[in-house]
């Protein structure tokens, strides 16, 4: 099993910027990537992005895309998602998840508990 736990959310003002940290312990070796998902409310689950933790190559989505970076140190076991020029429709709640990669949540089988990013206007 691999236990996440995200970090990093807030409220942020239109413009500004978030990084949000995923750590992962346990048996992290079983999976291939990390990604991150988002929820706004009374909206379906987003991929937000993916990254290898073997190669460090990284998949975004168009929505975020030239806005929002995904990085990892594997010392730490750790993921980031760098945000930029947040934008109100940004707001939701982030989750990372652990899995074989790409942008189907079904195939991530560990996921944090997630945390809120609210962006005010």
């Known amino acids: 099993q691999v236990q996440l736990v995200e970090s990093g959310g807030g409220l942020v003002q239109a413009g500004g910027s978030l990084r949000l940290s995923c750590a992962a312990s346990g048996r992290t070796f079983n999976y291939y990537a990390m990604a991150w998902f988002r929820r706004a409310p009374g909206k379906e689950r987003e991929f937000v992005g993916a990254i290898s933790w073997t190669t460090g190559a990284t998949y975004i989505a168009d929505s975020v895309k030239g806005r929002f970076t995904i990085s990892r140190d594997n010392a730490k076991n750790t993921v980031y998602l760098q945000m930029n020029s947040l934008k109100p429709e940004d707001t939701a709640v982030y989750y990372c998840?652990?899995?074989?990669?790409?942008?189907?949540?079904?195939?991530?089988?560990?996921w944090g508990q997630g945390t809120q990013v609210t962006v005010s206007s």
């Open positions: 998840a652990a899995g074989r990669g790409g942008s189907s949540p079904q195939l991530y089988v560990n």
